[in-house]
């Protein structure tokens, strides 16, 4: 079993930044890809980038440039650099993994609120 952990999550002013952490504990060895979905009220969730574990990234169209996924594998621990954050960023958003063989989405986090406004 993996769990995973967010934080960094809070308010920003649009324009501003912020940078999620995940930490990854448990049976670390099945992870694979990591990412995070992000998800609105009354929203479906939706992915906003995913990385392999030998990293290599893909991003929605909506945040291309702005943000940036990473991971130190040493540490069990996947990030998202936000940049220029709009109003429509906001959202929870949550960490997610893949297990050996498996799919994204088979492990995921308890989320952390992001909310952009002036």
């Known amino acids: 079993q993996v769990q995973l952990v967010e934080s960094g999550g809070g308010l920003v002013q649009p324009g501003g930044s912020l940078r999620l952490s995940c930490a990854a504990s448990?049976?670390?060895?099945?992870?694979?890809?990591m990412g995070w979905y992000r998800q609105a009220p009354g929203k479906e969730r939706e992915l906003v980038a995913r990385?392999?574990?030998?990293?290599?990234?893909n991003y929605a169209d909506s945040v291309t440039g702005r943000f940036t996924i990473s991971r130190d594998n040493a540490k069990n621990t996947v990030y998202l650099q936000m940049n220029s954050l709009k109003p429509e960023d906001t959202a929870v958003y949550y960490c997610t993994a893949q297990r050996l063989l498996g799919r994204l989405g088979d492990y995921w986090g308890q989320g952390t609120q992001v909310t952009v406004s002036s």
């Open positions: 448990g049976s670390i060895f099945s992870i694979n890809d």
């Open positions: 990385i392999t574990r030998g990293g290599s990234t």
